[in-house]
């Protein structure tokens, strides 16, 4: 669950969607460094799904 917002903003954007933006990038990024070594899909996926998706819920979550 997210907590609701306050009153007083810092800013435009949230810090969970800083954190997932950031971690969406170095998804990209290491997929495109995953080209260099292997031609699997299923690794690109992996790397893709695990870094941009799972690693910044796990982080956002852990953070409430």
């Known amino acids: 669950m997210s907590k609701q917002p306050s009153k007083q903003s810092d800013g435009l954007v949230s810090t969970e969607t800083k954190i997932t933006a950031i971690f969406v990038v170095v998804a990209l990024v290491s997929v495109y460094g995953t080209t260099t070594v292997t ?21 956002n979550e852990w953070r409430t």
């Open 39 to 59: 031609d699997s899909q299923w690794v690109h996926f992996a790397v893709l799904l695990g870094v941009g998706v799972i690693a910044p819920t796990l982080i």
